[in-house]
């Protein structure tokens, strides 16, 4: 935990950033005003994360004595110690071998492996005019907002700030909002088929069995 200080990377903050909104942006398709600010706020979410991560500890900073108080003899400027979660609850080794550093990898990992899935399957629907129900579509109705919000709550696992932590819950709302106001949209569009599609297959949460 006293490596050196690891912040004031600018350039990885525009890269990474960059990478993440150009995705989402590529899968969103943004038209409506709605559609716009959704996008707006989940690269609000991407750039105040990176920023922390890379170029200005701004939650250490502003919990710095109440950290140094809990968690004594631990250098909060080194990026190890960026891993908050890992250190409040007392993981001696590397952070990214830490439970919820692997959790969190989990998430992610699952969100995009999600969000890869669906994509082709939304589209192939799109270009026959007709529902998506295959594949990811065949478990719940809102894969691709459902991946999104997977990739979120991982790299909140792995780097919480207090900025992101309070878009979090923004964000989910939304996606929410969105996901209600496409199913409209569909139920206008295709009807009884939409209804009967809703009726066997869940939103947000496969049912097992």
Do not use: C
């Amino acid at each position: 935990m006293n490596d050196s200080p690891a912040y004031g990377l600018w350039s990885l903050v525009a890269i990474n950033s960059a990478i993440f909104i150009l995705f989402a942006a590529s899968f969103f398709k943004p038209q409506s005003r709605q559609d716009w600010r959704t996008l707006g706020l989940f690269s609000a979410f991407v750039v105040a994360l990176f920023t922390e991560m890379y170029g200005f500890p701004l939650t250490i900073y502003l919990l710095s004595g109440w950290l140094a108080e809990r968690v004594p003899g631990v250098d909060f400027l080194s990026h190890d110690a960026g891993h908050l979660l890992e250190i409040l609850f007392g993981w001696k080794a590397n952070p990214h071998f830490g439970p919820f550093h692997l959790l969190s990898n989990a998430l992610i990992i699952g969100g995009f492996w999600l969000l890869a899935k669906a994509w082709p399957v939304l589209y192939e629907a799109q270009q026959r005019g007709a529902l998506a129900r295959t594949g990811p579509y065949a478990r719940i109705r809102h894969p691709q907002y459902a991946a999104f919000m997977l990739v979120m709550l991982g790299f909140l696992l792995q780097w919480p700030t207090l900025v992101t932590l309070a878009m979090f819950p923004v964000l989910v709302f939304t996606y929410v909002r969105l996901a209600q106001r496409e199913e409209r949209q569909a139920l206008a569009e295709h009807g009884d088929a939409y209804r009967a599609y809703m009726n066997d297959v869940p939103g947000w949460w496969p049912r097992f069995r």
